[in-house]
Antibody, heavy 125, light 111 residues
Framework: QVQLQESGPGLVKPSETLSLTCFVS??????????WGWIRQPPGKGLEWIGS???????YYNPSLKSRVTISVDTSKNQFSLKVSFVTAADTAVYYC?????????????????WGQGTLVTASS | QSVLTQPPSVSGAPGQRVTISCTGS?????????VHWYQQLPGTAPKLLLY???NRPSGVPDRFSGSKSGTAASLAISGLQAEDEATYYC???????????FGGGTKLTVL
């Protein structure tokens, strides 16, 4: 059973960079049937897709966040990472990593079938 | 506002049937993109409930069902149980936004 686990600092200062890592266990990160993504949820609010990454390193980003987000993958460590630069209080949220089921070339038809437990990141001085 | 519109809350008594709607537009559900549903129990991560409009992953009871028509989709829960009390989210893809989009979530209260 594939499991995902987020890790990283829980507190980030405004204008600095948020960095999180998601370790995948129970299965390989290299797959043509799945790829990987990040979703966030501000306290008391709904879900927002941040971006996705394929094992090759190809990425899709939410256009509203694209200028500040970088998602990368490290296949040797079976993990992928998220960086959000120039954070503000609006970036305070629980950040989830997830596995996405479906073909990389057809993101229109895919869904999030495994989720990490989530990690709260607070942007505050 | 979310691209996909859900009612903020619904409620029902144990044993009853409730439905949760997810209304989109011609740039997402109306284009023919599938809708997927997630259940988020209090204090936990979302869990996949239905994929491709009505398919249940292994382990999801058949009390949960889904449908899609035009620019909207719906989730039905029959035989309501106390453990179904959670927030439910729909998800699809939007061509205008070039990415996955979620509904705002619907909090289900079991009376």
């Amino acid at each position: 059973q594939v499991q995902l686990q987020e890790s990283g600092p829980g507190l980030v200062k405004p204008s600095e960079t948020l960095s999180l890592t998601c370790f995948v266990s129970g299965g390989p990160i290299i797959s043509t049937d799945y790829y990987w993504g990040w979703i966030r949820q501000p306290p008391g609010k709904g879900l927002e897709w941040i971006g996705s990454v394929y094992y090759s390193g190809s990425t899709y980003y939410n256009p509203s966040l694209k200028s500040r987000v970088t998602i990368s993958v490290d296949t040797s460590k079976n993990q992928f990472s998220l960086k959000v630069s120039f954070v503000t209080a609006a970036d305070t949220a629980v950040y989830y990593c997830a596995r996405i089921s479906g073909e990389w070339q057809r993101p229109q038809y895919n869904w999030f079938d495994r989720w990490g437990q989530g990690t709260l990141v607070t942007a505050s001085s | 506002q979310s691209v996909l519109t859900q009612p903020p809350s619904v409620s029902g008594a144990p044993g009853q049937r409730v439905t949760i709607s997810c209304t989109g537009s011609s740039s997402n559900i109306g284009t023919g993109y599938d809708v997927h549903w997630y259940q988020q129990l209090p204090g936990t991560a979302p869990k996949l409930l239905l994929y491709n409009n009505y398919n249940r992953p292994s382990g999801v009871p058949d009390r949960f069902s889904g449908s899609k028509s035009g620019t909207a989709a719906s989730l039905a829960i029959s035989g309501l149980q106390a453990e179904d009390e959670a927030t439910y989210y729909c998800q699809s893809y939007d061509t205008s936004l070039s990415g996955s989009v979620f509904g705002g979530g619907t909090k289900l209260t079991v009376l």
